[in-house]
């Protein structure tokens, strides 16, 4: 659990459909499709904005959107409201198969990338604004290393102290570039770092984490970790993080656990989600989801993500998707595991059928369910197992069967990985009293050995039941004694007779019905 972030938690389990939104984030602001709020700039079907960047500029929090829509742009958009600035001066900016594809901000400067299918014929570059006013200079024109270069990079460090790096991963292949400077920014310097286990996807991202290696994310490959010389020393299952993601960024909580923020994409969903990670064993758990910006298509699968530490144990997730918009959310303080988005039951005679929905879960072992007649207390009929980790909508179902009249109560205790319980909502139903009595023919019918025979009482009395063969003699006798007024049903085994016709009869004080069944072996 995201122990020392604060998230805040939004009771999701009612009885009535909630909305489509994951409790996990307090939102922020959405300029979506989703929520008709698109900027008129941003494109809903061509894949233009791919990538972008977060950071202080001039002393403001910005995102900064590279943009193919109608020509090369770079827009600037307020951070704390997503309202547009204005756009970055392009001049000299030219060249590769898109001149401008990823943004990054470091050190109060705004850097841009363009995205070229190979650099050797195509140099990849990268400008860098100073200031939103600035002409931008060209501080990278690779042409030594071939490959696909621009579906991502990242811009960590400062230029002041030389710690300043660009990571540029190579899509679809298995390698990825690091530039260093040793002169403030003036010039950089290329180095290649080849994946140890040939693993490469498209529109790949790295992300260094001081001291301990790479992150490495793209569509079609797994979440991997390496060390500083390529090495793989983790791959988080695909079954927490699917293939269908790229873009990474970690950071970690206040007590040192280590998250990554990751843009996931797919039919019907564009969003983010927050993972806590263990990078060497590649153990990892599914914490939260951002809101999903939209439905448009998103056939390139590109996206990107950012994260600012807000300084007081929160942070805000930042995510562009292709096609469907941005969205900024604020982690909080207690992660809802499961959002339970209904909760019902009907009766059918002597039988409860419980349904319950989820639209996500993360971390969920599953779902003890409870019953109580109406003034006692609940106690435990069956435990359904959770989907564990889920984007999408799961339906649970039960039967409780064989009920005595009466009102009763249900209830689900959610049941966390790590043991955390959450309670629901309860709700009741009322299983009523037979009005007459009744005698149902059994089922299956024909059958063998064994079936079920169900009768109604609608007072209280001796009941009795037996079973005889055509020549009148009794074979079985299936109940007999004292019963509450209800409905209740018995089983026959006819495993050690012949088939067959046999005769069912019930009694009860002036009340007899008799009825006839088969048994074929």
Not at 128 to 144: G, Y
Not at 271 to 299: I, K, R
Not at 406 to 425: A, C, H, P
């Amino acid at each position: 659990m995201l122990k020392s972030i604060k998230f805040i938690a939004f009771l999701t389990i009612f009885v009535a459909l909630t909305g489509t939104t994951f409790a996990q984030f307090d939102i922020l602001w959405e300029k979506s499709a989703g929520s008709s709020s698109l900027p008129s700039w941003f494109s809903d079907a061509s894949s233009t904005e791919r990538g972008f960047g977060y950071g202080v500029v001039d002393g403001n929090e910005r995102i900064v959107v590279p943009s193919r829509n109608g020509g090369s742009f770079v827009y600037v958009v307020d951070a704390t409201d997503g309202s547009d600035v204005g756009q970055l001066d392009m001049t000299g900016v030219g060249g590769g198969t898109f001149a401008v594809n990823d943004a990054d901000v470091a050190d109060g400067d705004i850097y841009v990338c363009n995205l070229t299918i190979d650099a050797t014929t195509s140099a990849f570059k990268v400008y860098r604004w100073s200031s939103e006013s600035a002409v931008p200079e060209v501080v990278i024109e690779e042409t030594s290393f071939a490959g696909r270069y621009g579906d991502k990079f990242t811009v960590k460090g400062s230029k002041s102290d030389n710690t300043l790096k660009i990571y540029a991963a190579s899509g679809g292949s298995a390698d990825f570039v690091v530039y260093s400077t040793a002169d403030n920014g003036a010039t950089f310097t290329g180095s290649q770092v080849t994946l140890g286990d040939g693993a490469g996807g498209s529109s790949p991202s790295v992300d260094m984490i001081p001291t301990l290696g790479y992150f490495y994310n793209g569509n079609g490959t797994n979440v991997k970790f390496y060390d500083f010389g390529g090495m793989l020393e983790g791959t988080i299952d695909g079954a927490v993080v699917p293939t269908g993601t790229n873009a990474i960024r970690h950071f970690y909580a206040a007590d040192n656990t280590l998250y990554t923020a990751i843009f996931r994409y797919g039919s019907g969903f564009q969003n983010a989600m927050v993972v806590e990670v263990e990078p060497f064993g590649g153990t990892a758990n599914l914490y939260a989801m951002t809101n999903t910006l939209g439905d448009n298509g998103n056939g390139n699968g590109t996206g990107d993500v950012a994260v600012k530490d807000n300084g007081d144990g929160t942070f805000t997730i930042f995510v562009l998707c292709t096609n469907n918009g941005m969205g900024s959310y604020l982690t909080t303080d207690s992660p809802l595991p499961v959002e339970l988005t209904s909760f019902s039951a009907d009766v059918s005679g002597t039988t409860v059928n419980l349904t319950w929905k989820t639209a996500s879960e993360l971390n969920n072992k599953g779902f003890a369910v409870e019953r109580a007649l109406e003034g006692q207390e609940f106690s435990q009929i069956a435990f359904i197992d959770g989907a564990i980790n889920s984007t999408e909508e799961t339906v649970y179902n039960l039967a409780d069967a064989n009920l005595q009249s009466g009102t009763y109560l249900y209830r689900l205790r959610q049941v966390d990985l790590d043991g955390t319980e959450t309670i629901s909502n309860e709700i009741s139903v009322e299983v009523a009293v037979p009005m007459e009595f009744a005698l149902a023919q059994n089922y299956p019918n024909p059958f063998n050995p064994s079936t079920t025979i169900k009768f109604a009482v609608p007072e209280n009395g001796n009941i009795k039941l037996s079973v005889f063969n055509m020549l009148g003699e009794e074979v079985a006798t299936l109940v007999n004694g004292y019963h509450e007024a209800g409905s209740y049903e018995a089983k026959f085994d006819a495993s050690a007779l012949n088939s067959g016709i046999y005769l069912y009869k019930i009694e009860s004080g002036d009340f007899v019905n008799i009825k006839k069944m088969m048994l074929v072996k």
